[in-house]
């Protein structure tokens, strides 16, 4: 596993409104069973819920999701599905919105 790689959402109960997780655990954790993911929904279901800050928007594929930072959670990593792609270049606004979901700033 990867930080900052996104998932295919193999849970079929949350799996349309949150297509992708994204893999937020440090790589030195990956002995782990667990792994700590951010879910992304797509702006059409999310927009009007985004706080910029805290819920930055991330293209895959041409399309952009907003990740949903307040529902942080850890998971079974056997939980994920197919890794989608590497989302590190969006690290900084990633990081951003954590910091500002623990400090406020």
């Known amino acids: 596993m990867a930080q900052f790689r ?3 959402n193999s849970n079929k109960a949350t799996m ?7 893999d937020i655990q440090s790589n030195l954790l990956d002995e782990l ?23 930055p928007t991330l293209e895959i594929d041409g399309k952009f999701f907003i990740a949903l930072t307040q529902q942080i959670a850890g998971i079974d990593r056997k939980y994920l599905g197919k890794q989608i792609c590497d989302l590190s270049h969006y690290c900084s606004e990633i990081i951003a919105a954590l910091d500002f979901m623990i400090s406020g700033i």
């Open 33 to 55: 069973r667990t792994t700590v993911v951010i879910p992304l929904c797509p702006t059409n279901l999310a927009s009007k819920a985004a706080i910029t800050k805290l819920s």
């Open 6 to 8: 996104a998932y295919e």
């Open 16 to 22: 349309k409104a949150y297509p992708y997780l994204l």
